[in-house]
């Protein structure tokens, strides 16, 4: 035992150097040579304050040439009476498409397929994004900037997690995603997020984008899938990290999105599944037998355990100057709370994410945003429930 815990201290500290060097060089300006015309689609279901807070950072983007297109499944969508203001404001800008439903793929995918359906020929940036982002006012501008100086195929960003609630969860959901967001921006790890996918028209339609995702419940994975096959370019710039607020209201909240999240991976991209399955079960395991050692009064895991979360508190330090790097002090001030205890949540969402990756082994369903779906395959989708 304490070889192996010796050795996941090793990992440990790797993982925190990692962590600090995400940060090197973080926050650099753009440089753009050109200014596309962006069409930034939007598929919405429902509307809450993070909504409203995206809609005004969405026109405060520093781009000149963008407008943007709304999808939603019907007429009374909640989200509706915000989007037609925001056309009576600036028509020429904002479009509104009603998707309408299907038995047979994701919501969001139909909403998606729908809008993209109405890109005209002069959209020569096509731009995918959640509706709960919020981006910085040089986003688009750092989502065109790899196309435009021809590094990569597809432009993708992370979400950066924003506690809004005192839930333990949140904290762990937060702690969960950290650790992905600041892994190294090397072309194996970097799938598309579907919070911010940017990529030329006509890339997408040569890969036929748009069929390949009919019925499917993964639009961005699927994605991946379809421009790796293809041979094409997927880059992360670290400085596209968009910060994203989240209430999760408990453990069962976050069960339940982690599990998903981990189902997608296996259904979509299997090796990254197992790949991920096991990087999570050594680290789980090393945190498990390094409690229980101390707890069994052994010296050496004790001594193991001190370390770990001595490196633990290191990589928050590193963690706060991301955050200070890239929002200044009110990013430092909304993630306070979170980077204090994030080198004791770690651990937790460490063990967590073993036990939620193999729980997802054998699941086929899930609940998302009030549909439940039957997932028989990464094109086989089945709609069960809608609430």
Known sequence: ?????????????????????????????????????????????????????????????????????????????????????CRAIAPER????????????????????????????????????????????????????????????????????????DHLSSFVLTAMAASIATLPRLPLLNPAWGGCIAMKQDTFRDLDIADAWSGTLSDDLQLTNVVQQAGGRIRAPREILLRTAIKTGGFAAVTAEARRWFMLARVYMPFAYWTTIAAMSFSALGWILAVVGTLAVRRDAAVVLALALALGVIRSFGRARLVRRLWGHPGSAENARYLRIDFLASPLAAVLNAVYGWSALTLTRTTWAGITYEVMGPQEVLVVKRE
């Open 94 to 165: 904002v479009s509104l498409v009603v998707a309408g439903t299907r038995r047979d793929e994701g919501q969001k995918t139909t909403n998606l397929r729908a809008a993209v359906a109405t890109l005209a020929p002069d959209d020569e940036i096509l731009v995918l994004a959640d509706a709960d982002i919020l981006p910085e006012p040089d986003w688009l501008a750092r989502v065109v900037e790899p196309l435009v100086a021809d590094e990569a195929d597809v432009v993708s960003g992370f979400a950066w997690l924003v506690v809004k609630d």
């Open 1 to 85: 035992m304490t070889a192996f815990l010796w050795i996941w201290l090793i990992t440990q500290a790797i993982g925190v150097a990692l962590v600090w060097l995400f940060t090197l060089g973080l926050g650099r300006p753009v440089r753009l040579t050109a200014t596309p015309r962006i069409a930034v689609v939007v598929a919405v279901k429902g509307h809450d304050e993070e909504f409203d807070e995206f809609l005004v950072r969405l026109f405060e983007q520093a781009y000149p040439a963008f407008r943007v297109i709304f999808s939603v499944e019907s007429n009374a969508d909640a989200a509706v009476p915000a989007i037609e203001r």
